[in-house]
């Protein structure tokens, strides 16, 4: 129950990431398609319903959440697929121009990550502490587990294409793809190892990786006075620098093992 | 904003200790300053590609420098304004006299009257050498070899390339192996993609272009923002000119630079030597002490200097006993199709060329000598209606009806290698100008070897943009860029001007360091092969100072 609520609330930290990211995004590329409006659209749902559910103190799967989480992941995934077509489609196809300044591939795949987060937690929600519930297959902090490890790692892959964009010019540039793939690798052992022991290492290192999302929000606010004009130019660069919003991803992601980790360790007590 | 009362190019700004800041609108940084009487090491007479990368690296070596340039010290955050007529002010406009088959425009982008020299308005493009090309004569047949290896200009271009940051393609398509450019390649505009998608369609590779200005954050240079107006002047500091790399490096190691300087002669002594330079600022001919002098002036100044410094010992000019100084005068064919694209592609946001092609710089399989590269364009709006004049012959209504086409036209344009030739050269006449220097007359006629690249060129280009379904193409037949050749290096004093060091080879202590020692031109623009030549200078004297040889 507790874990539900905590993923209702790392879904929702990364629905506001991803709104934000989207609306600065979509707003610079003037909403040319209509579809731009979508993940505006879809986040603030997520958001919305994840507000609804962190108050929700009921252990039943809450319907109209569960859909709308649902209704989030797809859409994810069918952002996904029209970046991926919006690279390709450009002269030369799949070239580091391209992932550089086309459509990036990694934000509606976060878009699908607050969803199945959210989902999950809606899953989770309706059992009783001691009985085993499960995510694909996966007892179900095994299962939440494996899929943090694969969000971070994609968060991860997705900071150093944009900090490779950048030639890495400045050292905490490196941060954000050295920290967090150990977060992610220390998760993906959890989705390997029976739960019910305690992981103090995992913890910290999750600690750790949640801080740097709002550290992040610090470095690229410093980014963003380097443009030109700096902070009094915001307006311009605000779209052409770092993104403010996306680091925060990373918290999100953090407290959704945060939440995996509380139900492996509360198998102890079985 | 803040602009300081006194005009650039009447009052030198560089004085009293200190030099402009060229990061901070009305900033200054303090500045070494030397007597004319102090016995300086190093006079350099210019502060362009050569002359600011060597006074940097010499400056560094513990030497020390004083740079001379006749033009202004801008700080690019307050001088430089979006207008293309005001920021002419950047060009080198004095008294030449043309003549010729094909009589050069001079006054333009192929010549820069400031501190940094061209490259405040360049455009930017830094690519390498075909390593073949440093021995044209001996491997391809044609030109000249130079008395440089491509392997130890392999190392100084990528000190180059690290000094200025280039932003350019994670891996280059051409030549051998290079380390990453420092910087990622810019966002491509839509004029490179239409390079890019024309290339396609003929089978050809392209590639960003690498370029001399910030994808990223750089020290106090902030990135590229895609004004579109670098090759007038860029005035967000995104552009890494010798103004805002080099030549603040230079001052922090102590060189002094004398803006508004124009040297009228340099002065060689009865054993031989030079001992410094005559030079006018501020209304009066002053003179410079100096154990070495460096003239790098680029492929028309530097000849007018030496030539206009003869005395009875040297009555041919100065480092003229090979009669080559002035002579063997290049530039690169700047063809260009143009054409109108249905779509919008507004060509002059960004830098003006994000993409390019140098297939026909390593393809040999051609009916000409040399080589050629081609850009993607973006004309500013009064180089389009005067291309559109000339090219075309529109005036009137017919010109303002095609400059209503202006977001839709889309361009390639060649950089082609001309070939050496005697005929083509720079004198001094009996005309005076404003310093009461001799005026150069500049001669210039293209060889068949030229044309028929041109032809090429044109064909080809004209065949891309029909398969990209541009419509109303023409042919710019007329135009050329960067100059090179009248101070050429070689191995032989019988026939090159200055040695692989750029040391003249008969006065010891004058040296060359700009364009002008370039024995064939290359199909690729030419201010990062200078830059690595000044770097490789500053090294070697250096290294000749350690074993007491200057």
Known sequence: MQAARELNRAAAVLALSVLMDSAIEHYRGSFKNKAMFTPLAVSALALGVSAHGMRDQRAVTHGLRNGAYILTGLTGAAGLAFHTYNVMKRTGGINWQNLFYGAPIGAPAAIAMSGALGSAGERIRHYAPFTPAHIWGLPSGRGLAALTSLGIIGTSAESFLLHFRGAFHNPCMYL????????????????????????????????????????????????????????????????????LPAPPAFTGLSLAGLAALRIIEAKRLV | MPVSAADPQKTPRAVEGRAPDVFRIGGWVPMRQYAESEEVDFAIVGTGAGGGTLACKLAEGGFSVVGFDAGAYWRPLEDFASDETEQSKLYWTDDRIVDGENPLQLGGNNCGKAVGGSTVHFAMVSLRFRPEWFKSRSVMGYGLDWPLDWREMWKYYAEAEEAL????????????????????????????????????????????????????????????????????????????????????????????????????RVEVDASGKATGVHYLREGAWRFQRAKNVVVAGYAIETPRLLLNSANPQFPNGLANSSGLVGKYLMTQSNQAVWGLSKDEVRSYKGPPSLALTEHWNYDDKKDFFGGYAYMSQGPLPAMW??????????????????????????????VGEMLPQERNQVVLTGEKDQYGLPVPKVTYSWCDNDKAMIRHALGFMRQAMEAIDAHDIFDQDDDTNHLYGTARMGDDPRSSVVN???????????????????????????????????????????????????
């Open chain 1, 176 to 243: 954000p793809v050295t920290l967090p793939p150990i977060a992610s690798a220390l998760m993906a052992r959890l989705a390997w190892l029976p739960e019910g022991s305690r992981h103090p290492w995992t913890r910290l290192w999750l600690g750790l990786t949640a801080f740097l999302g709002f550290g992040g929000v610090a470095f690229h606010a410093y980014g963003v006075n380097r443009a030109l004009g700096g902070w009094r130019n915001w307006r311009q660069n605000m779209l052409d620098g770092p993104p």
């Open chain 2, 165 to 264: 940051k280039i932003a350019g393609p994670v891996t280059y398509p051409w030549g051998p192996k290079r380390p990453r450019y420092p910087y990622r390649a810019h966002e491509m505009n839509a004029a490179a993609h239409a390079l890019a998608k024309g290339c396609e369609a003929m089978g050809i590779g392209w590639t960003e272009t690498p370029l001399a200005t910030v994808s990223a954050p750089r020290g106090l240079s902030s990135p590229c923002m895609y004004r579109g107006f670098c090759v007038v002047g860029c005035s967000t500091n995104a552009k890494q000119s010798a103004l805002t790399t080099w030549i603040p490096r230079a001052l922090k190691a102590g060189a002094e630079i004398r803006d508004l300087s124009m040297v009228g």
């Open chain 2, 385 to 414: 209606a005067k291309t559109q004049m000339s090219s075309r012959q529109l005036w009137g209504a017919e010109l303002v009806r095609s400059m209503q086409d202006y977001n839709h036209v889309v361009g390639l344009k060649m």
């Open chain 2, 500 to 550: 692989a060091d750029c040391r003249s080879w008969d006065i010891p202590n004058l040296w060359i360091c700009d364009g002008s020692v370039f024995p064939t031109t290359g199909g690729v623009n030419p201010s990062l092969t200078i830059q690595a030549i000044a770097c490789r200078t500053g090294d070697r004297i250096k290294a000749m100072a350690r074993r007491g040889e200057l």
